[in-house]
């Protein structure tokens, strides 16, 4: 029998075309979003345009990356991944640079980097692995377990303060415990824990962490002071109306009202630009991000991999939530960046990894089907 080999475009086809057909879609709508929005919000600043899509290649191609990955490869990665992430926030905890009152930055000669990104794809990783390496014989210790893994990188960076990065990551590991398998009673009764130790929480919070949630309450209390970020933001979001105002014409955002404009406050400028039905818009292509992740997740070819991928599709979620949320008033603002939107490098790659990962993992169950 005459065997045909195979063309070498057939050989490099399926390490080429690692993406997701509909996360791909999907990502290419929101870059051309991205982008639009960025030129017309970057107006005033020089070179920002250039560097966000620049941030957004170098994203991509990270996804690429992660999208090629096995999954084997993936699993043996989690628990390096963790131990460097624990080691480098340690070293920023004894050496790290004070900017702004924070210290989160870690200063290697060369560059600069911020380990507490790198917390949030190494602890889903690391829980995800515990849960593999336990299944079929999960007890209540081993939740205790990771409560305790997710726990010290947490307040690791709760310390630094970044509240923002504290709460990703600490959803990604909360993510992970409850596909995990956690009781709904210890649920329930982890929240009821958490609404009686509010007073104590409060007291031991950073006077601007306290702030923020006074002026998430009642701006107006401080129209021109901490309470400017929030009364401009949903004065843009309203002042956009049905269709929005149009590309480009956004008073708001060129008139310089909205703080932080290209980064964290960016849905401001693009509800004003594209009112309810352009909000509508973005709010669904996220939707069927998340849809797609879930559907990767749920048909993951193992527990770690079932795990992993809802974790990642659910910090997207908690992404655009947050900020979407804080934008419109109804959370504090707590630095969470637009998924694929806000300017910033090291979000953005941190976001590609994610998204990479788990085409990984819808590509490799296609693989072991066929």
């Known amino acids: 029998m005459i065997h045909d080999k195979p063309s070498l475009l057939a050989r490099i086809r399926p390490h080429v075309l690692v993406f997701d057909a509909t996360l791909l879609t999907a990502l290419t ?11 017309s919000a970057a107006l005033d600043f020089d070179g920002r345009m250039g560097d966000h899509a620049r941030n957004l290649f170098i994203a991509f191609a990270v996804m690429w990356v992660a999208a090629s990955l096995p999954l084997q490869w993936i699993q043996r990665s989690a628990v390096p991944a963790y131990a460097l992430g624990l080691a ?4 920023v905890a004894l050496f790290g640079d004070v900017a702004k009152g924070a210290r989160r930055w870690l200063d290697l000669g060369v560059t600069r980097i911020q380990p507490s990104e790198l917390m949030k794809i190494a602890m889903p990783l690391m829980l995800a692995w515990y849960f593999q390496r336990r299944e079929g014989a999960r007890g209540w210790v081993d939740f205790v377990v990771a409560g305790l893994l997710l726990a010290v990188p947490v307040g690791l960076i709760a310390r630094q303060p970044d509240l923002g990065t504290a709460l990703l990551v600490s959803s990604a590991g909360l993510y992970v415990i409850f596909l995990g398998g956690l009781s709904w009673k210890v649920i329930a009764g982890g929240i009821v824990a958490g609404l009686a130790s509010l007073p104590v929480l409060w007291s031991v919070m950073h006077d601007y962490q306290r702030q923020r949630i006074l002026m998430m309450i009642d701006p107006s209390s401080d129209p021109l002071g901490k309470g400017f970020h929030v009364i401009q933001s949903t004065i843009a979001v309203g002042s956009g109306g ?19 404009r290209t980064t964290d406050f960016i849905f401001a400028v693009f509800s004003e630009e594209f009112g309810l039905i352009g909000n509508a ?14 559907v990767i997740a749920a048909n993951g070819a193992t527990l770690f991999a079932r795990l992993l991928a809802g974790a990642i599709t659910l910090v997207f979620f908690t992404y655009a939530f947050v900020n979407v949320g804080m934008v419109s008033g109804i959370l504090p603002v707590v630095g969470v960046p637009l998924p694929l939107m806000s300017y910033g490098g090291t979000a953005m790659v941190t976001l590609g990894i994610g998204l990479g990962l788990l085409m990984s993992i819808g590509r490799q169950r296609k693989l072991i089907q066929t």
Request: net charge negative; hydrophobic share 60%.
């Open 88 to 91: 480098l926030l340690v070293a």
């Open 281 to 294: 818009t973005l709010l669904a292509i996220y939707l069927l991000v998340i849809g797609r992740g879930l």
């Open 29 to 39: 709508l929101l870059v051309a979003m991205s982008l639009m929005t960025m030129h």
């Open 242 to 260: 049905i269709w929005g105002k149009g590309w480009m014409e956004g008073t708001q955002a060129h008139l310089e009202f909205i703080p932080e």
